[in-house]
Nanobody, 127 residues
């Protein structure tokens, strides 16, 4: 059974940077697209970023493009989300997720493409 554990959330001020980590266990991490999603209070969960299994392709939501960077280390089974120039509207619970199918990158922005989810980590950006 795949287990995903996020860390690195916290309270920061607008303009600050923060880095999230998500460590995977129980599966073959290096074969799967990994994604980050977020859910703000009162809103639906939304796609943030995704990275292919060999880091050759990266995908970003328009709202974070140029500010956030996704990366992964298949040796330590961890995916990262570097967040710069944070805004109050980035406040949300951030979730990492593992794609359902290995070696596939179809519909990476859709929640239904991911089969495993972490418990989430809170990011709060004050103005």
């Amino acid at each position: 059974q795949v287990r995903l554990v996020e860390s690195g959330g916290g309270l920061v001020q607008a303009g600050d940077s923060l880095s999230l980590s998500c460590e995977a266990s129980g599966g073959t991490f290096s074969r799967y697209v990994m994604g980050w999603f977020r859910q703000a209070p009162g809103k639906e969960r939304e796609f943030v970023a995704a990275i292919s299994w060999a880091s050759t392709s990266k995908y970003y939501a328009d709202s974070v493009k140029g500010r956030f960077a996704i990366s992964r280390d298949n040796i330590v089974n961890t995916v990262y989300l570097g967040m710069n120039s944070l805004k109050p509207e980035d406040t949300a619970v951030y979730y990492c997720a593992q794609f359902s199918e290995h070696y596939s990158a179809v519909r990476v922005t859709e929640e239904s493409s991911y089969g495993y989810w972490g418990q989430g980590t809170q990011v709060t950006v004050s103005s």
